[in-house]
């Protein structure tokens, strides 16, 4: 079974400063794919990042700076230096590997509210 | 960009009533899925698609949900008589061969039964 843990219910902060939100996950497969998706007030699903088991640099997008840690099965996401357009709800999802090329489903976790406040 | 479009963006109904949400997948995508989200709680799975059957269904997924896809294009999602319960926003996510492509979701399908 797969599961996606996100400790953080809800987070604020002060524009400008820098905020991490944490995901760990489990999973018995040694291939999988970690995604981030946004979901803003208006309730699309933004995607975000798509991370594959066997590649753990950390990337860099802008102000998105992602860390993934297979040794603790954690995949974080930090905003640097927060703007009020980040306030949103952030999901982190895991996608099992198929090896017989069947549609896979996402996971996905309780999501983090964040508020980012002028 | 290619898009996965959904129809409509809004659906009252009444409770009892039949409902059928509709989605419009990447045109070269082959996995085709629905996914709930009650409001303020997470996305949860109901089922995925491909080769004209059912791969996988969660338990949400009961007798009272079928999906189709009625032609090469659409995928719809049918509720036949929908409780209060079933008020969520639904979404349509479709993805490509091999876990490498794509997983695209739609923007959503708000549903309320009233």
């Known amino acids: 079974a797969q599961k996606v843990t996100q400790a953080q219910t809800e987070i604020s902060v002060v524009e400008k400063e820098d905020v991490t939100l944490d995901c760990v996950y489990e999973?018995?497969?040694?291939?999988?794919?970690l995604f981030w998706y946004k979901q803003p007030p208006s309730g699309e699903l933004v995607f975000l990042i798509r991370?594959?088991?066997?590649?753990?640099q950390n990337e860099i997008s802008g102000r998105y700076s992602w860390n993934f840690q297979k040794s603790t099965s954690s995949f974080n996401f930090t905003i640097t230096a927060s703007q009020v357009v980040d306030s949103a709800v952030y999901f982190c999802a895991l996608r099992a590997f198929s090896r017989t090329g069947t549609a896979s489903k996402l996971t996905f976790g309780t999501g983090t509210r964040l508020q980012v406040t002028l | 960009e290619p898009e996965v479009t959904q129809t409509p963006s809004h659906q009252v109904t009444q409770m009892g009533q039949e409902v059928i949400l509709r989605c419009v997948p990447i045109s070269n995508h082959l996995y085709f899925y629905w996914y709930r989200q009650i409001l303020g709680q997470k996305v949860e799975f109901l089922v995925s698609f491909y080769n004209n059957e059912i791969s996988e269904k969660s338990e949400i997924f009961d007798d009272q949900f079928s999906v189709e896809r009625p032609d090469g294009s659409n995928f719809t999602l049918k509720i036949r008589s929908t409780k209060l319960e079933d008020s969520a926003m639904y979404f349509c996510?479709?993805?490509?061969?091999?876990?490498?492509?794509?997983?695209?979701f739609g923007s959503g399908t708000r549903l309320t039964v009233v």
């Open positions: 991370r594959n088991s066997f590649d753990e």
């Open positions: 999973t018995r497969d040694t291939t999988y794919y």
């Open positions: 996510a479709s993805s490509g061969v091999g876990t490498n492509y794509g997983y695209t």
